[in-house]
């Protein structure tokens, strides 16, 4: 693995860890308007991921089937959609702005059930990563290391939120400026470890390339649609998060295009 595939893989931990570091900066909490916002522009930008880097390589990769190229994007994407939801049954978790815990009956503390919450869906973000760079190291898809930047720095960007997202409610809720700080780093944790791991195996299923890219989109849509969708929503009625998820997908589509 080089140099530059470590710190692809890499950057949006950092996203993550930069958005935790938020503590140290700011005073007070971040305000529900706020929230939302940011929650809306990492979704805006997981969607446009889904869509740009990730199902039209998948497409563009098949083509050789014909009119039957779909396929392999159709059954990658479902399988993607069905693992996230196989997971969501089966890991305890708390979702932001709801009381009642979601999967298995626990005994764990409500910010770790919401560490847990951001931890998976961070993990389809991880392995779409993984497999963007692995598509680069293949020689698949005519990924280039530009394109699979792109996608990086785009989840480094929506990660940012997600960190301070994290940690803020932690310091607001009393604890300290460094157990916050390292709650928020450790929900990003996950993700270049799920990038690594897509790597080490993809070397082996490379003709199944289209399967996994569009398995990645599946899984990431899922937590857009699941999780995101309803945050951005919380509340009394506003376009803010509406606004915030045109500007994330809107970027994101700039980076991969330009970048690509």
Request: proline fraction near 5%; charged fraction near 10%; charge should be negative.
């Amino acid at each position: 693995m080089t140099k530059e595939v470590f710190f692809g893989l890499m950057i949006p931990f950092l996203g993550t860890s930069l958005g935790a570091a938020c503590v140290y900066i700011l005073k007070e909490n971040v305000s529900e308007k706020v929230e939302r916002m940011l929650t809306g522009f990492a979704a805006g930008v997981m969607v446009a991921a889904s869509i740009w880097s990730l199902l039209i390589p998948a497409l563009e990769e098949a083509a050789n089937l014909g009119r039957l190229s779909f396929m392999p994007a159709a059954i990658g994407f479902w399988l993607g959609i069905l693992f996230l939801l196989a997971i969501d049954h089966l890991t305890p978790h708390l979702h932001v702005h709801e009381t009642a815990p979601e999967g298995p009956h626990s005994s764990l503390k409500n910010q770790t059930l919401m560490m847990l919450a951001v931890t998976i869906h961070n993990i389809p973000e991880g392995m779409a990563v993984g497999v963007v760079y692995a598509a680069f190291l293949y020689s698949v898809t005519g990924m280039s290391a530009s394109g699979a930047l792109a996608l990086s720095l785009g989840i480094a960007i929506q990660n940012f939120p997600e960190g301070a997202i994290i940690a803020m409610p932690m310091y607001g809720e009393g604890h300290s400026k460094n157990k916050s700080f390292l709650y928020g780093v450790l929900s990003g944790a996950v993700e270049p470890v799920a990038a690594f791991l897509t790597i080490l195996f993809s070397k082996y299923i490379v003709p199944l390339m289209p399967y996994l890219l569009s398995f990645a989109a599946g899984a990431m849509l899922y937590v857009v649609v699941e999780e995101l969708v309803p945050e951005m929503s919380h509340g009394e009625h506003s376009h803010a998060g509406v606004l915030a998820f045109a500007a994330g997908f809107c970027i994101m589509m700039i980076l991969d295009v330009a970048l690509g």
